[in-house]
């Protein structure tokens, strides 16, 4: 495991100091695609952000930003007090990438493994954000399973490879690819996680259509949704959940500083790339392209300041 330590000592989070006698550890992933884990240093290490965990894996580093016993704040609940917590980072092709999937897994296996063997914890004190909400220790969060979904991965298996690892036996990583075009019809999983994402699009870009029921079928209502998603996105409007409407629907539009929130330093950071003070990513430049017309521009940042959106 390439662990590196960057604290961020500026986060009020690092400031504050607080401790915790580690209860368990909260697997989260961060639903920011093409975000690798070096890249969260600077967007974290800030007087004025409150959130922090005590670490991001990639697929080849883990970087830590806080001493583990530190009190982090990941999960807006309880568990702050109890877990230490780390975000898996997402690829930009975070449905299809099993080679990226495959090394990530990899190295949360490691890392808890060994935050397990440092605080003498086991597999059964690992929990995802998803069990944390659950539990009704941690804020509504479906990570990082929204993401393990898409190659057949739970946390019950997460907990059987940390269990191995302890007992310092290898671990094989085979994801594999669920299917991903949805249309009216279908059923399962996949339907469940457009139907969430949908539900987060509609308040993210005040789309017209009633909160959809998360019953994993994909009834008229849920085509509808589609319908009403693609067009805000400009993509063909045909109400059938395939690749590019996936692509679409895995942006945060408007957190384009990504700090789960969507506010006016969003809209704040939109002006300074239209007046060429910041240069954005691929993946920022979608996350801050509200109106999808396909370039950034001070609408946008206009649009940003009409949304308030939690990160999902
Ligand atoms: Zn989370």
Redesign the pocket.
């Known amino acids: 495991m390439n662990l590196q330590q960057t604290y961020i000592t500026k986060n009020d989070c690092y400031q504050a100091g607080r401790t915790i006698t580690p209860k368990g550890i ?1 697997v ?4 920011t695609p093409g975000v690798m884990a070096p890249s969260w240093y600077s967007r974290w290490n800030r007087a004025d952000l409150a959130v922090a965990v005590h670490a991001f894996v990639d697929d080849t580093v883990v970087c830590q930003h806080l001493p583990w016993n530190h009190r982090a704040w ?2 807006a609940d309880s568990g702050n007090n109890t877990h230490i ?1 780390f ?1 898996m980072c997402e690829p930009t092709d975070w449905k299809t990438n099993q080679t990226y999937f495959t090394a990530c897994y990899q190295n949360a296996v490691e890392l808890t493994a060994y935050l397990c063997r440092l605080y003498s914890l086991n597999e059964n004190h690992v929990i ?3 069990e944390g909400y659950q539990k009704g220790i ?2 509504n ?1 479906g ?2 399973e929204h993401w393990w979904t898409h190659f057949g991965y739970t946390m019950d298996m997460f907990r059987a490879d940390v269990k191995r690892k302890l007992a310092d036996k290898p671990i094989t990583v085979t994801p594999v690819i669920l299917p991903q075009t949805v249309q009216q019809g279908d059923s399962g999983d996949a339907v469940t996680s457009l139907q969430k994402r949908l539900n987060h699009m509609q308040i993210a870009l005040a789309l017209a259509f009633n909160p959809l029921t998360v019953d994993g079928i994909f009834g008229a209502k849920t085509r509808e949704a589609v319908r009403a998603f693609q067009t805000a996105r400009k993509l063909s409007v045909d109400g059938i959940a395939g690749p590019k409407t996936w692509a679409a629907l895995g942006y945060n539009y408007g957190d384009v500083n990504a700090d789960g929130k969507v506010n006016a330093a969003d809209a704040l950071n939109v002006l300074q790339a239209v007046v060429g003070k910041r240069t954005f990513d691929a993946s920022q430049q979608q996350t801050a392209d509200m109106d999808a017309d396909g370039k950034v521009g001070a609408q946008d940042a206009n649009l940003i300041l009409r949304r308030t959106v939690n ?1 999902q």
């Open positions: 909260m989260h992933s961060t639903a990941h999960c917590a975000e995802s954000h998803k941690a804020s969060h990570d990082p990160k």
